[in-house]
């Protein structure tokens, strides 16, 4: 699956900053404080806490998004047993993916989750179109940002530095490679889970 260029050469020359976090393991890790790492829903205080690493760019964490994760968020999250929290990654095209966190993290925690969600919706139609810009300015207009706002978005340098580093701590300290990688408790599971297994899982955590 691969998309268009953006429109902006502004973009294109932002964005770049946050590329070299997937390729450089070995790079030095930026110090990242524990709640700016993740977005959480769910009860802070839930015994269990299931981690998602995905990448907006992902086919397989926009499967999972799409098909799996309403009913896990139904039965586990807005039930309280779980505390669900999702960990920004990139994997190519790592220019989308990085302006979709970055959108994300504009629209404000109220908006964060839907914005994700419209932009899974949306990967296909994304990753396809001539300019993958215009497709996250649709999800940005939906979400009542302006045109200036989500340029000005898209291209904040230091947002970039800050989305580099978590995503460089992922890959040095949680050894993450690849995307969808989840964790339930202290267990690792890797590539796209159905319910089922997320809930054995979550079961054994429980224990």
Known sequence: MTGGPFDRRAFILGIAFAIPAVADAAAPVKSVA??????????PKARVTVIEYASLSCPHCANWANEVFPAFKAKYVDTGRVRFVLREFLTPPAEMAAA??????????????????????????????????????????????????????????????????????????????????????ERRLDGEQSLEALGAAIAAAHR
Do not use: H
């Not at 524990?34 to 009860?43: C, F, P, Q, R, S």
């Not at 990753?127 to 009542?144: F, H, Q």
């Not at 200036?148 to 947002?159: L, M, V």
């Open 34 to 43: 524990t709640a700016e790492e993740g977005m959480a829903l769910g009860n």
């Open 100 to 185: 979709g966190w970055l959108l994300a993290r504009c629209a404000g925690p109220a908006k964060y989750f839907s914005v994700v969600d419209a932009i899974f919706k949306a990967q296909d139609k994304i990753l396809a179109a001539d300019s993958m810009r215009d497709g996250l300015l649709a999800v940005a207009s939906a979400a009542g940002m302006g045109e200036g706002s989500f340029d000005q978005c898209i291209t904040d340098k230091k947002a970039l530095e800050d989305l580099n580093a978590r995503v460089q701590l992922y890959v040095s300290r949680d050894k993450i490679t690849g995307t969808p990688t989840f964790m339930v408790g």
